[in-house]
Every structure is written in C-alpha cells, then in structure tokens.
C-alpha cells in the first residue's frame, strides 16, 4: 500500500505556501535576514508545535512567515515545496497564499507573487510539477482590508486563478466578505473558501450560497446537515480534506474516528491533502498513508481520491484529462 501511494499520480488541492516552511529553511532564512528568532534551535520550534485548535495553530505560523522578506525567501520557500512534490508524484498542485501576512509587515505584494510564481515556472520546467495559485484573504481582517489586496493583485492577475478565505473562522463568517468575493469573481477569479473546519455548518451554506465558492476546503461540519451533504452533492462541489491537520487541529480526537469513508459512502467528492504540512506532520503522501491505515481503504478507494484530485482541480479538461489517463494507466498496472 505504502509503495501503491507513494508512486499514486495525484494534485494536492489545499495547501498553504506559509504552511509548508520547515524549521530548517526558516532557520536558514531568517539568519541571512538577520532576523531574531525566539527558538534556539529546529527542536525547540519543533517542539512548539502543539496545538489545542486553530488559533493556537494561526498565532505560531504567523510567526514563522514573520522572517519572510525578499523575493528570493519566497522563491526557495515555493521551490523547496515543489521539490517535495515531484519527490510524491504529486503531479499538479494548487497553492494558497496569504498577501495579507507580508503586506502588513511592509512586504510588497509584487515580491510576494513574483517570488512565488518564478518558483512554480521553474518546477514546471525542471520537475514537471504544474500549479495555480490562490489568493487567499485573512478573514479574522476586515472587508475593507481584503478589498486592498484585491486592489493590489489586479496587475498580476495573469498569475493567480482563483481567492480563497482562511485563518480564524469562529466569529468571521463567509457572509463577512461578500462584497469582495462578487468582486474578485468580476475580475475573473474563481471563489472558493475554507468552510466548516471549526465553524458550523451554516458558515458552509454561507460559503456556497453567499461566496459561490466552487470547492469547499475541509468542509468536515458538513456533515451535521442532512440538506447541506444533499446540496453539495448536487452542485457537483468537492470538500479538500487534510487527515493530519484535522487531528493536528483536534478538529477530529483520532485519524480511527475521521469521516473520511463516511464522506465517501455517501457520495461526497473528497480529496487527500496536506493543509500545512511542516506543522501538521507530513506531506501528502503521509496523509495517505496516515488515513489509509486508520480507515482501512482500499487501492479503489485511494484511486477514487486521487482521481477526485485532478477531476476538482482548476485545470481545464485538456490538462485534467492527460494527468486522469496517466493516473489510469498506473492503476491498470498496479491493481
Ligand atoms: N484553516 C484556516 N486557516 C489556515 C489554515 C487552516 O487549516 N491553514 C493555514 N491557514
Ligand atoms: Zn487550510
């Protein structure tokens, strides 16, 4: 099975750029920066990766994207990511990042986006790994803040296929942000939110009918409404789960009790991801293998996953259906 995922062709769809920055790079950069620290050494930050929730999550990862100042940080966080991702046979990968977390500290947003871009052109070219990224705005900041940053993307919106809405979502509903989500649609982005992590599920009927997001990141409360789960299911809208966030996050007690294979049996598209995967643990393929065991799926159940992740992924059908044919191709011979 371990072998199966590992060699599994397969696109991480819920992925923060931030999340991905393992203590070792962060060393290195904030060093070169000549930025102070308050961890004396890569098991210490280790160590503090303890979470109670979400917040506890948030207060931390900010930190941690505090040291990021040129367009080169951006550049090697993106880069070391992506090596990651050609070394899983994660073949496409959708990325989010939030401008809001460096234009407050002075950070322009051009050497956020030219950092990450630059990154993702030369994966393409020398890994064959292909990306989108996504814009995601804080929601625990104001409309009015996400406005701006809309402002400022417009000029590299050839860069960016889609926003999303993230950070602290008890308390900051998607309603909170319909204004700037009409607009980012205007300006031809594609809407879609996390919704139902921690928050209810009336923020996911929000995120659907206010937002008109086109994929729901976690989405886990789903599952307290019988007529949400039926809605989602009919709008053809797939939930991006991340197994070792949840627990990570205590969103879900123990990977054994994951709705995962409930999600599936009932008919609601999902996909593996990693979320943030130097704070949570592992990369995808170690969200595979994690889920794998607790729920005991099967080689169809992790083609049906993998298969889902290039079907709800931003490409058009010309791409999707070259990465769904290999995919095939490689379970034909693998079954
Ligand atoms: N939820 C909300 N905001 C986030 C997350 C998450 O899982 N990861 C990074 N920002
Ligand atoms: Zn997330």
């Known amino acids: 099975m371990k072998h199966f995922i590992e060699n599994l062709p397969k696109a991480e769809l819920h992925l923060h750029i931030e999340g991905t920055f393992e203590p070792e790079l962060m060393f290195a950069i904030a060093q070169r920066n000549a930025i102070a620290i308050k961890y004396k050494s890569i098991e210490e930050i280790k160590a503090a990766y303890q979470f109670d929730c979400l917040q506890d999550f948030l207060d931390i990862y900010y930190q941690g994207a505090g040291v990021l100042i040129t367009e080169k940080d951006f550049y090697d966080l993106t880069y070391s990511y992506l090596q990651k991702c050609a070394a899983q046979n994660v073949r496409h990968t959708e990325i989010m990042f939030d401008p809001q977390t460096h234009t407050e500290r002075g950070i322009s947003f051009e050497t956020v986006?030219?950092?990450?871009?630059?990154?993702?052109?030369?994966?393409?070219?020398?890994?064959?790994?292909?990306?989108?990224?996504?814009?995601?705005?804080?929601?625990?900041?104001?409309?009015?803040?996400?406005?701006?940053?809309?402002?400022?993307?417009?000029?590299?919106k050839h860069l960016i296929a889609a926003v999303g809405l993230d950070s602290s979502e008890k308390g900051n509903p998607p309603s909170k942000f319909q204004q700037v989500f009409e607009a980012s649609v205007k300006e031809g982005y594609i809407p879609l939110a996390h919704a139902g992590e921690e928050g209810p599920a009336e923020y996911v009927w929000e995120a659907l009918d206010i937002l008109k997001i086109k994929r729901i990141d976690h989405g886990n409360n789903s599952l307290q409404d019988e007529a949400l789960v039926k809605e989602i299911i009919r709008r053809d809208i797939a939930l991006t789960v991340c197994p070792l966030s949840n627990t990570a996050l205590q969103v879900v007690d123990n990977l054994k009790n994951h709705p995962l294979k409930k999600m599936m049996g009932i008919g609601l598209k999902v996909t593996i991801n990693s979320d943030d995967p130097a704070y949570f643990g592992g990369q995808v393929n170690q969200n595979f293998i994690a889920i794998q065991e607790a729920l005991q799926l099967t080689k169809n159940d992790l083609y049906e996953l993998a298969k889902n992740s290039f079907q709800y992924s931003l490409l058009d059908t010309v791409a999707k259906q070259q990465y769904l044919d290999e995919l095939d191709n490689y379970y034909k011979d693998n079954i």
């Open 113 to 156: 986006i030219t950092g990450i871009s630059k990154a993702c052109n030369d994966a393409k070219e020398n890994l064959g790994v292909s990306s989108l990224l996504i814009m995601s705005y804080l929601r625990h900041l104001s409309e009015e803040d996400a406005f701006k940053t809309l402002q400022q993307s417009l000029p590299f």
